[in-house]
């Protein structure tokens, strides 16, 4: 999982809670990345940063917050109003280069009780 | 838009056997093209990509995948299939024109189940 780490592994919520899932790399990237990953099916965007104090939206972003105040660090909020929130989080960094790979986390599966 | 199919959900295999896993791909440039494995509970771990030059691209644990521009495929291959080679495999695209954003499009991902 290269130089990526995400915490807490397991994290569970009860209804109506925000949660922030932590994303931290040390691999000196310009670009983090957060998808979601639902049983049975492919990675879908969140979330996107490719420099410091800003990010755009992905795909399904309705439900979601980041922030990106230090190029180390892009944490995902899970708030309140994503009425779906079970599913496997990963994140991700890169080189700005159009050409250069993703590096994963080893991801947060999170659990609505 | 960019679009990428895995048009198998799982394969099947036996040990020793040649594996293939497939991959057809949708841009309206040139294709960056990559191929990741997960592993149960773990995140995505980079096998090889295709970006430009030789058609046959060589990566991690004796994978290779061809390049095929007519076809619009990028299939992944081994030679000869190990049990831990049992996995999630996923293939990616991103469009290499600029002007199309920096967003990479994964397919659904086919599971691969390697047998003694």
């Known amino acids: 999982d290269g130089g990526i780490t995400q915490s807490p592994k397991y994290l569970f919520r009860k209804e109506g809670q925000n949660v922030t899932l932590s994303c931290e790399q040390n691999?000196?990237?310009?670009?983090m990345y957060w998808y979601r990953q639902d049983p049975g099916q492919g990675l879908r965007l969140i979330y996107y940063?490719?420099?410091?104090?800003?990010?755009q939206k992905g795909d399904i972003a309705e439900g979601y917050s980041v922030s990106r105040e230090k190029k180390e660090s892009f944490p995902l909020t899970v708030t309140s109003a994503q009425k779906n929130p079970t599913a496997f989080y990963l994140c991700?960094?890169?080189?700005?280069?159009?050409?250069?790979?993703?590096?994963f986390g080893p991801g947060t599966r999170l659990t609505v009780l | 838009a960019q679009s990428v199919a895995q048009p198998e959900d799982q394969v099947n295999v036996a040990e020793g056997n040649p594996l293939t896993v497939k991959c057809t791909y949708s841009?309206?440039?040139?294709?960056?093209l990559f191929w990741y494995v997960q592993y149960p509970n773990r995140g995505l771990q980079f096998l090889l990509k295709?970006?430009?030059?030789?058609?046959l691209v060589k990566g991690s644990y004796g994978f290779e995948a061809e390049f095929n521009k007519s076809q619009t495929s990028f299939h992944l291959k081994k030679p000869s299939a190990l049990v831990s080679d049992s996995a999630l495999y996923f293939c990616?695209?991103?469009?290499?024109?600029?002007?199309?954003?920096?967003?990479?499009?994964f397919g659904g991902g086919t599971r691969v189940l390697v047998k003694p």
């Open positions: 991700a960094s890169s080189r700005v280069s159009r050409s250069d790979e993703q590096f």
């Open positions: 691999l000196n990237h310009d670009a």
């Open positions: 940063s490719q420099i410091v104090n800003d990010f």
């Open positions: 841009v309206s440039g040139n294709p960056y």
């Open positions: 295709y970006i430009t030059g030789d058609n």
């Open positions: 990616a695209v991103r469009d290499g024109d600029q002007a199309a954003g920096n967003k990479l499009t």
